[in-house]
Nanobody, 124 residues
Framework: QVQLVESGGGLVQAGGSLRLSCAAS????????VGWFRQAPGKEREFVAT????????NYADSVKGRFAISRDNAKNMVYLQMNSLKPEDTAVYYC?????????????????WGQGTQVTVSS
């Protein structure tokens, strides 16, 4: 069982940066792939970034490539999402999620554990 808690969201102006953190509990966290998803009001949840269990494989949504960076520190049971050059369209609730396997995953149904989300608001 893995429990996830996100933090680091807030209000930022366009062009600014935020770093989201995801704190995980559970002895096996280092064996799980992890992803970040987001959901804007009135829209479906969408994939943002994912990383495999050791951090050697990473994938990003096209909309955030070159601006966002996902990383993890298994010794601390933490996953991060560094978000730079933020745009108003990045405004959403951001969720951290973990799979049951070691690889990364692009689709939400492949994730079994979810955090409660953290709000990111980018003003123009």
């Amino acid at each position: 069982q893995v429990q996830l808690v996100e933090s680091g969201g807030g209000l930022v102006q366009a062009g600014g940066s935020l770093r989201l953190s995801c704190a995980a509990s559970g002895r096996t966290f280092s064996s799980h792939g992890v992803g970040w998803f987001r959901q804007a009001p009135g829209k479906e949840r969408e994939f943002v970034a994912t990383i495999n269990w050791i951090g050697g494989s990473i994938n990003y949504a096209d909309s955030v490539k070159g601006r966002f960076a996902i990383s993890r520190d298994n010794a601390k049971n933490m996953v991060y999402l560094q978000m730079n050059s933020l745009k108003p369209e990045d405004t959403a609730v951001y969720y951290c999620a973990a799979t049951r396997f070691t690889g990364f995953a692009l689709r939400s149904h492949e994730y079994d554990y979810w955090g409660q989300g953290t709000q990111v608001t980018v003003s123009s």
